[in-house]
Antibody, heavy 121, light 111 residues
């Protein structure tokens, strides 16, 4: 079965960077898109980025351009997101998610358990 | 694309039906004939879970009491007989554009 298991909670100081991992299994890692979505405390879902580990150019939300990078390790079928220049407003749960189908307009079907990132001095 | 959900909250008696709306600022009908509108439920303390894909298709394992309808820019999620386990926040999402967007959510509570 499809599984996305994320790394543990992080506490970072303003200005630092954070890198979150998303270990996948149960499907062909390079064939489906991975999305990253975050949720600030008590708020809704905010989309950040998507990419296809098989080689597509990542697409980033304009809000995070220049501050976010998604990468992957195909040997371990793990996706990563790194967010730099952290601010208190980046405090949120970060989710990785896999698409339902393999084409770029396919929506999200499976979600990781989420990673809490707290940004505080 | 801006996704607008109404109402923002809904209080429902178990066994009664519930309905919520999602409107997109642009058509979600793709040239391939599919409509890229999805519905998710986020139960308290959990990750979102997919209920409906491409506007009207129930995802694997989703109870038949959930149904999605609509086309173009207007969509509806209906729960035919609400159960206590259906509480949470319901989100719609579009993926037709490169940048995905979510609605602000409809919170469903049990009376």
């Amino acid at each position: 079965q499809v599984q996305l298991v994320q790394s543990g909670a992080e506490v970072k100081k303003p200005g630092a960077s954070v890198k979150i991992s998303c270990k996948t299994s149960g499907y062909s890692f390079t064939s489906y898109y991975i999305h990253w979505v975050r949720q600030a405390p008590g708020q809704g879902l905010e989309w950040m980025a998507k990419f296809k580990p098989g080689g597509d150019t990542p697409t980033y939300a304009q809000k995070f351009q220049g501050r976010v990078t998604v990468t992957k390790d195909t040997t371990t079928t793990t996706a990563y997101i790194e967010l730099s220049s952290l601010k208190s407003e980046d405090t949120a749960i970060y989710y990785c998610a896999k698409t339902l189908d393999y084409f770029d307009v396919s929506g999200i079907a499976f979600w990781g358990q989420g990673t809490l990132v707290i940004v505080s001095s | 694309i801006v996704m607008t959900q109404t109402p923002l909250s809904l209080s429902v008696t178990p066994g009664q039906s519930a309905s919520m709306s999602c409107k997109s600022s642009q058509s979600l009908l793709h040239s391939d004939g599919r409509t890229y509108l999805y519905w998710y439920l986020q139960k308290p303390g959990q990750s979102p879970q997919l209920l409906i894909y491409e506007a009207s298709n129930r995802f694997s394992g989703v109870p038949a009491r959930f149904s999605g309808s609509g086309s173009g820019t207007d969509f509806t999620l209906k729960i035919s007989r609400v159960e206590a386990e259906d509480i949470g926040i319901y989100y719609c999402m579009q993926s037709i554009q490169l940048s995905v967007t979510f609605g602000q959510g409809t919170k469903v509570e049990i009376k």
